[in-house]
């Protein structure tokens, strides 16, 4: 008779595959925006949108099509009754990191209130790539920007409101740069919030704030509409190499809170960022935080709080309805009490398989993360595609969980712990050392488990009273769901910023989750159907994940067409981030492989130059030696020069801004139609070689020699960043002026 299947029996397969089904389908409940009651108006906040918009032409800084939209914004400015004022300055970026980057910014300026000190700043940048119409990055932060100043100019807030929409931004931070160095109202702000995107749609997220961070978080509590907010991915932000306007804007001494959506990030930066795929509900979420935001910055001003000294906070959203906030030191006090409650609790409920129980969780972590990244790994190769994940993130995701939920069982099926109980105590005692570890550089990971170890203390004192020594287990299982409530939209946020493809390592949240959920008996002896079960998901899950299609015609691959001249041949190049697509390599002819610089590369018609380098002066005096010259490029959108054996360099000036320098030269970049001729004075130390540089004019489009190919491009490959264009390449002699051809750049 065949025997009856039992729940109790085979509880680690029924858990492993409810983990398995949460992980997989996390996006579509914890991580979409959530609907709120809020008097931001959607629908007139998306009307100034299309408006200000047009007809959704890319509108890049210092450029014909900026010129028109700024005639559209600066209409609707006014019609919701304030008074713009156009800054322009051309302006180049101070020298921290060895670049340059200048451009002619118009930075627009209305207050929404009376002006006066200690002001809250509402920015968002109106410029977009040279690519997309920028519907998300940034025209949805210029729309709600009015929109919220459009409201709170009713309320009269009791701070000074001011709103900067900027310029240059996706140019280097151009416009924000100049308005923190040049503008007298600068010295005014007391907060920002900036509204930015890297996607088109999620939930608003809120990713980054001032240090320390006490007056931040105090603002955007109580709000009505709160966004995802986690201060790990504040702490990430500041170690990653992103920027935005706010970057230039916190070394002025402000509170901040920094607002972005980044699901949907393979539009990002392409035509797709666009009004039709900008999603509503995203907007709405966005607005609705902003002005939330707003209203609590006005609340607590910057300078009440002047002469208290600002506590740093670890906070975290729940499910982006409650805002959890602890002050540092207490954080420490939670994950210390934790640890010793959890030390107490392994140790009353591991009985002979103490050793076994206690390194259950490091060997399922080392195993299960190990095996994740490995297919991962593994799964990369295979696929030939870069971006494998794009149209199908959900068999990646299904790789990696699989990988980790298996790998963790075969750590609790070789040490085969006793207690389940004992398992899910020293799983909190490592989770609790980690996080106390990781505190001094990455405080921000506590969030994931300073709460939940407060209930890890409450199940430590229960037995304290035998009576309700019962309580422990289910205090136990709480934990561990308030820790899946927190981590689980963590791990998705990590995922939409590192994309899918490198996602793998989140899944130790995952293999937490699995040793936290077994307070049961005889943890590792029912393990033999979850190895079952996770092994035939794992197979079946990376069968699929090499059969699906890589990119749709809504998640695209990142394909820009190059037509590149460097001075001796010319070429049409296109990144090499997976196959060259059937019908673009019957249109022109092709290598069999990619070139060393990880391009395919097809032979291409040479580009008329009329670009020129003219020595206007060349003095020593005094151990310097300062030389100007002009670089005219009457056709291009963007000049740039590499410096190579710049050490030497002490200043620059570019068409009169002359940045501060803090290091070695390595770039000079301008970008727009003030850029075309560009009068350039170096000041070198004599006694150091003399710079050599590597000059670069960029035309926006492929031109009509690459028609075929821009026609070829199939419906789901979408020019990236600064996308198709034209680029003539050459090497610059600085002692006599001669324009050599391009010596080969060096693989990267």
Known sequence: MASQFSVKQHWPAVLCVLLLAVWIIRPIGMEAPRSVASD????????????????????????????????????????????????????????????????????????????????LLIAAHHDSVPTGPGAADDGMGVAIAIEVAHILRKENPGRPTLVLLTDAEEAGLVGAAAFAKHDPLASKIGAVINLEARGTTGSASMFQTSTPNGRDISALQGGEALPSANSLASDLYRILPNDTDLTMLLPLGIDAANYAIIGGGKRYHTPLDNLANLDRASFRHMGASALAAARGFAANTHAKSLDEAEANMIFTDLLQRVLLVLPAPFALVALLSGLVAGAVLWMCNGGNSLKRSLFAPPVALLLGGGLAIGAGVLLAALRPEAAFGSAWPVMPRAVYAAAALFGACIALWLLRPAHGMAVAAATWVW???????????????????????????????????????????????????????????????????????????????????????????????????????????????????????????DTPRHLSIVHEDDGKQAAFLIENNGPLPSRLAAAAAFAASPDPQGNWRATAPRIANAGRIAIISDSTEAGRRTIRFQASAPFANIQDFTVEKGKGVQSVTVNGAKPEITGPLRYIGCTGRSCRTLDITLVLDAAQPLPELRWQQYIYGAGAAAETLVAARPADAQPVHTGDRRMLVREVDLASGAVRPAKVKPKP
């Open 40 to 119: 931001f108006d959607g629908d007139r906040a998306m009307g100034r949108l299309e408006t200000i918009l047009g007809d959704e032409q890319p509108h890049p800084a210092d450029s014909d099509a900026s010129d028109a939209l700024l005639v559209r914004l600066l209409g609707e400015i006014r019609q919701a009754g304030f008074a713009p004022e156009v800054r322009e300055r051309f302006h180049c970026n101070d020298v921290r990191q060895g670049a340059a980057i200048c451009a002619r910014t118009r930075n627009i300026i209305f207050w929404v209130t009376s002006p006066g000190d200690d002001a």
């Open 431 to 553: 989770l609790a050392l980690l996080l106390l570890a990781s505190f001094a550089w990455l405080p921000g990971l506590a969030t994931t488990g300073a709460w939940a170890l407060m209930l890890v203390l409450c199940a430590g004192l229960v037995l304290i009273f035998p009576k309700a020594r019962h309580l422990a287990r289910w205090l136990l299982l709480a934990a561990a769901l308030l820790y899946a409530l927190i981590a689980l939209p963590l791990a998705g946020g990590i995922e939409n910023g590192l994309f899918v493809e490198y996602s793998a390592p989140a899944t130790v949240f995952l293999i937490f989750l699995l040793l936290m959920f077994l307070p049961f008996d005889h943890a590792g002896g029912r393990v033999v159907s979850a190895l079952s079960v996770c092994g035939v998901a794992l197979v079946i899950a990376f069968v699929v994940a090499l059969l699906v299609p890589a990119y749709s015609v």
